[in-house]
Every structure is written in C-alpha cells, then in structure tokens.
C-alpha cells in the first residue's frame, strides 16, 4: 500500500493535484514514506477508483457556474516502470452519459531514492454537450519531479496542453505527509494526513477558446468580457501568469489495497482576465481506491 501511494504521487505531483486537476488522477494526493522506494516501478498492480467532487477545476480556473461530477479510474503498472490509464467523467445533474474520458500512458523513473517523476501523454474525449472549462484543449503532454526532503515533499510539474488551444503550465507545490502511530479497527489500517500548497503559472487561453464555444451563455453567465476589445483580452490570455494558489488538507484512511480519502482545498484564482467571474473557492473531495497486485 505505501509504496503505490508513492507511485501515485509521482504521476500527479499532488495537487493535488497539485490539483492541476487532470480529474484522471484527483486521487493521487498521498504520498506514503516508504523505505524500500526502489519498488515503487518494479510492481505490476492494477488500480481502480471512483470520485466525487463539488466542482470542476482546471489548471486554477473553473466554469461559470458550479459542476459536481463524479469519475472512475484505472491505472495498469509494468514491472519496467511503463503505466496506461484511463478516466470517465460525468457533470452530475446533466442528460449525457458521460463528459468526458482520458485515455493515456507514461513511464516512471527514479533519479535518486528521494528523487523521481514521471512522463506521460494524455487525449481527451468530451462529449460533444460537454460544458466543462477544460473541454478548449484535447491533448496533454506532462513532465513531473518530485523530490522528498524528508519533512516534506516537493514537486515541479510542467504541462503543454494543445488542441483547440495552446497553453503552458509549471505548478510548484510543497506537501507534508505524516501518518498516524495507532490504528482505527484492527493492526492493518492507519490514518494519513497530507497538508500541501500549490502555485500555478500559465497561460490561459483555453479560456478565450471556451468563451467562444459557448458564446450562446454569456447573457446568462458572463463568459465573455463586457469589451469590443476582444484581440487585446486574447493577448492577456496569452500572456505567462500566476493563475492560482490553493491550500489542500487531505485525510485518509487506509488498509493494505484500499484507501477511503476526504480532502478539503481552498483555491485563490489570481489574474482572472475578465472571461470567466473566478473568485475564491472550496473544494471537497470524496475518493475510493483499490490496488490489485
């Protein structure tokens, strides 16, 4: 269980999604300390699991009106460090089956023992109702480290994300895991807590592209800048920013293949460009997750 936590974190450098938000990973915010780290790619496993979440996040921006979704995961490791996933996600309350699904693949490494990351390419797939912010971009190309320095943890993400639209992205951010020294039912479970800030800088003109695909609800939702304009608002879209700051509390309980986790955020959006009426925000989390080995 500990060393797939970490294998976890690597892939997403918490926060967390680092909640950069690629939802395929929302669960991936707990690094576990391990001793024997080096097995962390050696593993075949299979892992499974499901979320809830109060809103849709994307990269420190969200839509214009709240989305509550639901999502399932899956993430096949090779014993060489090789992984494949993919992710469903729906906007809970809406008629389509599905809004979204991530299929991807990546390879871990290990630089040192407390050194490492991770490479990957992801495509989305949205339904063509799909009302979600991140819906501007189709491809993801993501390179994460990640380093522990014993009393906490810290990772450098960078993200190029193309499609309907071009952006970069480096989310920095700095966790503190501990676990709990007694149990809760019975010697095999535990509870971990993984306290964390995140920064995001960017651009964000996926956010130009979004306005202008669902330019029908700006009456409604203020998508568009109230100003004729448009060129210059598009040149500050695509201008390299800070985007966001977010503080994540995540607590968990955990047995030897499963995880249960409550993880609460508090999301700061900076350098909101007019399109979108970002202001701050709480997040809650509900997530399940179960590893076959």
């Known amino acids: 269980m500990k060393y797939f936590c970490v294998m976890l974190f690597l892939l997403t450098t ?23 780290t080096d097995s962390v790619v050696r593993k075949r496993s299979l892992i499974i699991g499901a979320n809830y979440g109060s809103d849709v996040m994307f990269f ?50 290990k630089y040192t023992k407390d050194f490492g990351g991770s490479a990957s390419f992801t495509h989305f797939f949205f339904n063509s109702n799909a009302h979600i912010i991140m819906s501007a971009s189709s491809n993801d190309v993501n390179w994460n480290n990640a380093y522990d320095w014993g009393i906490m943890k810290s990772g450098v993400t960078l993200d190029y994300l193309f499609g309907k639209s071009h952006d970069y992205f480096v989310t920095l951010n700095t966790s503190h895991h501990f676990e709990t020294n007694f149990n809760i039912f019975d010697d095999k479970d535990y509870l971990t807590f993984t ?26 939702n203020n998508i568009f800048a109230n ?67």
């Open 60 to 109: 420190g921006r969200t839509g214009p009106i709240k989305y509550p979704y639901g999502s399932t995961d899956a993430i096949y490791n090779t014993k060489d460090g090789f992984f494949l996933y993919g992710s469903a996600l729906k906007v809970l309350g809406y008629g389509q089956l599905y809004d979204e699904i991530d299929a991807g693949a990546g390879y871990l490494y």
């Open 14 to 36: 918490a926060t967390v999604n680092a909640d950069v938000l690629k939802l395929r990973f929302t669960f991936a915010d707990t690094p576990h300390k391990v001793a024997d």
């Open 195 to 220: 306290p964390g800030v995140s920064l995001i800088l960017g651009t964000q003109n996926f956010v130009q592209r979004y306005s202008l695909d669902y330019a029908y609800r700006q009456d409604a």
């Open 227 to 293: 100003t004729p304009d448009e060129q210059h608002t598009a040149q500050l879209n695509g201008m390299f920013n800070a985007l966001n700051y977010s503080f994540k509390v995540p607590i968990a309980y955990n047995r030897p293949h499963y995880t249960i986790e409550f993880a609460y955020k508090y999301s700061i959006p900076v350098n909101v460009e007019g399109e979108l009426m970002n202001t701050k925000e709480s997040f809650y989390n509900l997530t399940f997750y179960y590893v076959f080995y």
